[in-house]
T-cell receptor, first 109, second 110 residues
């Protein structure tokens, strides 16, 4: 079946360091979305990427969609303690949506 | 402007019972999706509804069903509950380009 894998599963960084999570699909995606979920909370939408090779930025966050539309990445520059949480990608195949396994980010002050 | 609202927030049911979960989307959003999230995992897609019609279905048994009403609110029904159905059930309301999740319903099956 369709799978969306994310690496790493966990990441601990010192505050101020950069962080990247990678998302890989076995199949070409229609689009990909990124979410952040805090412990005990619900996923919060960050962004949607649609075009091959697309790059979008939100302040310290940079999102990329691969040329083949099978992979994506989220990069956070100079992490802050407020960045703590689990980051999920969610790929769309037709009318189905598949969330990745998530990357749990811990930021050490 | 109210966000996505789900009810109830918590629920405890016994094996074999059925449950109905409710979701009200953001005003103006015509699409509602349902997800199951087990602790420590990513949300698993169950259904998507748009304009009262099912547009997508994930890999869940027929015990799971849903519907969307003319006001775009939605219900998720689960019959013959199993212990493994214990999870956070999330509803997402969306419009082109973005989606918003509700706080979820925490279902515990005992």
């Amino acid at each position: 079946g369709q799978q969306v894998m994310q690496i790493p599963q966990y990441q601990h960084v010192q505050e101020g360091e950069d962080f990247t999570t990678y998302c890989n699909s076995s199949t070409t995606l229609s689009n990909i979305q990124w979410y952040k979920q805090r412990p005990g909370g619900h996923p919060v939408f960050l962004i949607q990427l649609v075009k091959s090779g697309e790059v979008k930025k939100q302040k310290r966050l940079t999102f990329q969609f691969g040329e083949a539309k099978k992979n994506s990445s989220l990069h956070i520059t100079a992490t802050q303690t407020t960045d703590v949480g689990t980051y999920f990608c969610a790929g769309r195949y037709g009318n189905q949506f598949y969330f990745g396994t998530g990357t749990s980010l811990t930021v050490i002050p | 402007d109210a966000g996505v609202t789900q009810s109830p927030t918590h629920l405890i049911k016994t094996r074999g019972q059925h449950v109905t979960l409710r979701c009200s989307p953001i005003s103006g959003h015509k699409s509602v999706s349902w997800y199951q999230q087990v602790l420590g995992q990513g949300p698993q897609f169950i259904f998507q509804y748009y304009e009262k019609e099912e547009r997508g279905r994930g890999n869940f048994p027929d015990r799971f069903s849903a519907r969307q009403f003319p006001n775009y609110s939605s219900e998720l029904n689960v019959n013959a509950l199993l212990l493994g159905d214990s999870a956070l059930y999330l509803c997402a309301s969306s419009r082109p380009g973005e989606a918003f999740f509700g706080q979820g319903t925490r279902l515990t099956v005992v």
